[in-house]
């Protein structure tokens, strides 16, 4: 075989290093087994070389044993699959002529297609069959079909041909074209390429459960067949059908009859009066199969459905049926979430015993967007029969039940708080916000100030309160979502340039955090963190499209994979790290001479040896977020797979997933660091909230208890630009419109595109400085939303009493005075408040308080006119002459020369008194 030349020319086709080896590799079995690969194909040919590689889904699904003499680890229809294209690969190049063109020339022979072409393959087509075309040309499961227009006498039954296989023949067709299988043609896509070409040349494409067949236009058409059956009306449909004698297809609704004839509701939907009933493509049954529905016989029993390439089966079909007959019900009803269990799904279908195939389609991503799934959750054991899968639907505003609210944990939802508190500045207000968040979040308030602090601190390390501060630059973006340069690229490197990434604002992500939060009970499934230890994992590199099957593998699989060398760790011995030193240094591949510090060697040590069964993993995405959270439920084993890097596995039980992924300040005090896996301090861990993402799964229903509530402290709210910042949310903070309320809205946020609403257990507390901006110049849509509690200067209070006794000044009186006359010259709402006075001990600091801020607020009030601001004080009087007052001075200006006495105003320059204060004649004026 030649190597070399291969590997030069696999590069030349677009081959990335390290496929390049894995066909080498892969090649090399199969000499073990054939001898050398040139006298091989010689000697066999390809096709009949290829042949003893032949492994379909069906022989996967009835576990055939592996047709060729190469052990398989790992996937066996995979690795054959790998094995045939690397065979494919060898031979294209020792046939030159025949190596596999890119896309680029893949669209320059499409132009060349005509319609004469694609008919010479449907007339290939017609003479082989489907099954046969598919399985020479190498397709299978076509998603979409093309009709043939020059069909005579077949109106009312067009023949389908499968679009993708028509045309990449087609272009063999061609002179000089060459022979692509599915894998080649477009590099394994091409669906939309094809369409166009086949809309372009006057052929029509359809779906293959047929373009027309939602479950809306079903059940529309059984509605039309009970009103016919009552009124006579669509008579003209119905009727000429006859009597059904063989399929039936049963609604997912309700309804008096549950289950209608295949032909006349496929007629009601096409407008046509004859069609065959059977599997054939287009026929009615086949139509209402691939579109997710039950047929069933006039026992109402399950029927057969046949070994046919253009029916739906497998994970297609399980989606399907579960989408029509499970989730869209659920959404009907108005439900927001909905269970099904995986014994419901095997007797909806009569599958006896697929309970694997059935539970990998009910918990997978491809399911997941299907339905339009905001969270599923699965429980153990799984897969089972016992499995069950909980979603999480996500709100789609377009229906009317769209806009009812999900209710987490079962438990009524509570009367959400929109409370500003507000008042002249040193009032206490956002004093007042420690204890009133306490009060909000259920807890005691104490009546020792340390003690409240106590508490609060510990809320706010278990990121169930927030506090923010508004002022004029704050922004939207900042508050609810916005785009933010990012040049974090991945785990395990850093990247030049940068991309924009939708960040979450602080509002999203409290809204997020509360969402769905609930108290965790003591049951005995609950999970803590006590006597575990916790470990930061790295899944691949964060952002390399390249890597992104790495983690759902992990996911769906339930493990946590590794890179680093290809080596059987699994030996007792290695539990000592020197161990995996010698072996790395035996048989490592990485450049460079091996020690205990390096990752082939240490990072293997501690995912083989420090992390026990019990401990839990954190998965990172990037160094700022997380994504997934498990606990570790087995040894060390090793998994070796034909071009996988990540052979090391741990089984893992995944408590939490979230492919968006969250701040990692939401579970741990630090961002997280470059190395693929390391113990995470548990001084830095926020073990509260850290459980409770270890205990949101499904199987913990029963250790929850009510909501949990969070709380939104906005400091200074009316000095940021209210309508700008809030935008949309203005509406959806209602407590009536909040998630599980009964008005309950959501929008869709214009950065991220997510549906989002604000749930009921979010608590927003703002203050407001009405010195700083008055009451009735807010947006009046905010008024309305929120309720305000004023808070006024308090005199009276014991503090200001101490404080005045260790001053030996009478500060409640003097307090007192001040504001009446403030509130005389200006307003109630520019008094000085309490806090100023409150933590005095001595006189000198009072005349501190005095000089350094009571003084500098008056004169702002009052726009320097220091008339207003002695008068305050006690200071003004009516005399015209020079003044020595308690806190102020003011002597007369002389007039310029020049300037007539008799016409000059008297003018005076004020000034603070030096040294200390005289408060008597405050109290007595």
Known sequence: ?????????????????????????????????????????????????????????????????????????????EGLASLRQAIS????????DRAKPNSLNHSAWLTKVTRAEILAVMDDIDREGDKEFLQRTGFSKPQQWTTRPDTDGEENQPR????????????????????????????????????????????????????????????????????????????????????????????????QHGRFPTKPIVGFITNRTKLNGGWNPGSAA????????????????????????????????????????????????????ITIRAREIAETLGLSDDFPNICQALGGKKFKTMIDAVDIRATEPNPSSTTTFTYQLSLQSDEPHARRPFASGGTDPMTPTNLILHGPPGTGKTYQTASEALRLCG???????????????????????????????????????????????????????????????????????????????????????????????SIGRAGDPADEHLFTTAIEEGCMLIGWENIDFGDDKFSDPYEILEACRERGTREGEPNLQSGQVN???????????????????????????????????????????????????????????????????????????????ADRLKVSALERFMNSGEEHEDDRGASLPFVLIIDEINRANISKVFGELITLIEPDKRLGMPNALTVRLPYSGEEFGVPANLHILGTMNTADRSIALLDTALRRRFEFRE?????????????????????????????????????????????????????????AVMRYKVVPLLAEYFFEDWSKVAAVLGDDTSDEGPLRGGFMNRDVLRAPPGMTDGDDMLRFRWSLREGAFAYDGLIAG
């Open 89 to 96: 690969l060898y031979d294209d190049f020792r046939n030159g």
């Open 791 to 847: 808070m006024l200067p308090q005199p009276q209070i014991r503090a200001m009493r101490d404080a005045g006794d260790r001053c030996g000044l009478d500060l409640p009186e003097i307090l007192t005075v001040l504001n009446e006359r403030i509130e005389y010259l200006y307003d109630r709402e520019h008094q000085i408040g309490h806090a100023y006075f409150v933590n005095c001990t001595t006189r000198e600091e009072v005349d």
């Open 286 to 337: 086949a139509l209402l199969h691939n579109a997710g529905y039950l047929i069933v016989d006039a026992s109402n029993s399950l029927c057969d459905v046949p070994d046919h390439r253009h029916l739906a089966r497998g994970a297609d079909r399980i989606r399907s049926v579960a989408k029509n007959y499970f989730i869209e019900p659920a959404r009907d009803r108005g439900q927001i979430e």
């Open 603 to 681: 990072q293997v040590h501690i995912f083989r040896n420090q992390v026990q069964v019990g401990d839990i993993i954190v998965v990172s995405k990037g160094n700022s977020r997380f994504r997934a959270i498990g606990e570790v439920t087995g040894e060390y084993e090793y998994a070796p797979a034909d071009g996988v890097r990540y052979s090391h596995r741990r089984a893992v039980n995944w408590l939490w997933v979230d492919e968006d992924g969250l701040p990692v300040s939401e579970i741990n005090d630090k961002t997280f660091s470059m190395s693929s896996i390391y113990k995470l301090s």
């Open 1 to 77: 075989m030649k190597f070399d030349a291969f590997r030069v020319w696999l590069s030349k086709q677009g081959h990335q290093t390290s496929s390049i080896e894995t066909r080498v590799s892969s090649l090399r079995r199969v000499e073990q087994s054939f001898g050398d690969m040139d006298e091989a194909l010689d000697a066999e040919g390809r096709e009949r070389l290829l042949a003893q590689f032949a492994y379909n889904s069906d022989d996967e699904r009835h576990n055939a044993p592996n047709p060729s003499p190469i052990p398989i680890d790992g996937n066996l229809r």
């Open 443 to 537: 807890e005691d308030v104490p009546d020792n100030r340390d003690e409240i602090m106590a508490a609060y601190n510990r809320l706010r390390a278990e990121n169930r309160i927030e506090f923010v501060t508004f002022h004029q630059s704050t922004s939207y973006e900042d508050f609810v979502e916005g785009r933010q340069p990012t040049t974090e690229g991945s785990d395990e490197g850093s990247r030049t340039g940068f991309r924009l990434e939708t960040v979450p604002g602080i509002f999203r992500r409290i809204s997020r955090r509360a969402a769905g939060a609930t108290a965790l009970l003591s049951g005995e499934r609950a999970i803590t963190l006590e006597g575990r230890q916790a470990f930061k994992m």
């Open 160 to 255: 389908l041909y499968p679009c993708k296989a028509t045309v990449a023949a087609a272009i063999t067709k061609l002179k000089g074209g060459p022979t692509l299988n599915a894998s080649q043609y477009f590099g394994g896509y091409g669906e939309a390429e094809s369409r166009q070409k086949l809309t372009e040349l006057g052929f029509e494409v359809v779906n293959s459960s047929g373009r027309e067949f939602t479950r809306d236009a079903i059940e529309a058409a059984m509605q039309a067949f009970d009103e016919s059956q009552k009124t006579g009306a669509y008579s003209e449909i119905f009727e000429a059908f006859g009597t059904p004698s063989s399929y039936w297809t049963c609604s997912t609704l309700d309804r």
